[in-house]
């Protein structure tokens, strides 16, 4: 794991190095690493990973030319079995896509929740499943489960998952993230997460130590 994570240090270190080069190459200024002022935010009182944001701006994301996906993480665009999907997002948008509910989850649509409160949702498609957090946005009225947002994706390498600039679940490694994403807010090495965070949005993304595989995502929208 130590030696993973050093080689992503060495490979951050010669992007920025080989960017500072460019930049006065140009005439430019150096561009920097994104800021390390990571504050605390968790939705509700569901469990989830530590969370950590930091209030540098994030500039209008360009869409790749080859995948059609952004090329970088800001827009929260993912292709999950072929379908893109893009938080926040209706709930009503995954039945559009094929998704129906788990039910087995005992979760209905006309379930109400309160404002500013969320529920923990299943989807399922054929023998793929992945679950969400969905929520009422409003400030002051109730609403059923079917007129929510989802704001948070949970994703494994069970099923098909790309992210920006062809990161791919179960395929894809921590130093391909490093080099799509740049510098992480920070590397929990206990429990092999790499953190990106900015003010609008934080990505867990978690690896297998020994081999450095990314294997989990979990994508969240701070609109909540």
Known sequence: MKKTIKWVSILLAATLVMTAL????AGGGIIKPAGTNDAAVSPGTASSPETAQDNTSTPETPTSATGGLPENL????ITLEGDTI????????????????????????EETIEPKK????IFVKGDQTFSVYTANLQDDQVITVR??????LFLS?????ELPVGIKLGVSVIEDAASAY????RINEDENIMTYAKADYTVYIIFDPDS?????????SNAF
């Open 22 to 25: 460019a930049g006065c190459s």
């Open 74 to 77: 800001a827009d929260l665009t």
């Open 86 to 109: 893009t938080l926040p997002m209706p709930l009503e948008g995954f039945f559009t896509l094929g998704w129906e509910l788990d039910e087995f989850f005992g979760i209905s649509l």
């Open 118 to 121: 969320f529920k923990s949702i």
């Open 147 to 152: 007129q929510s947002i989802v704001f948070r």
């Open 157 to 161: 390498d069970a099923a098909t998952v």
């Open 182 to 185: 740049g510098e992480p807010s």
């Open 212 to 220: 450095g595989v990314i294997n989990k995502t979990t994508i969240s």
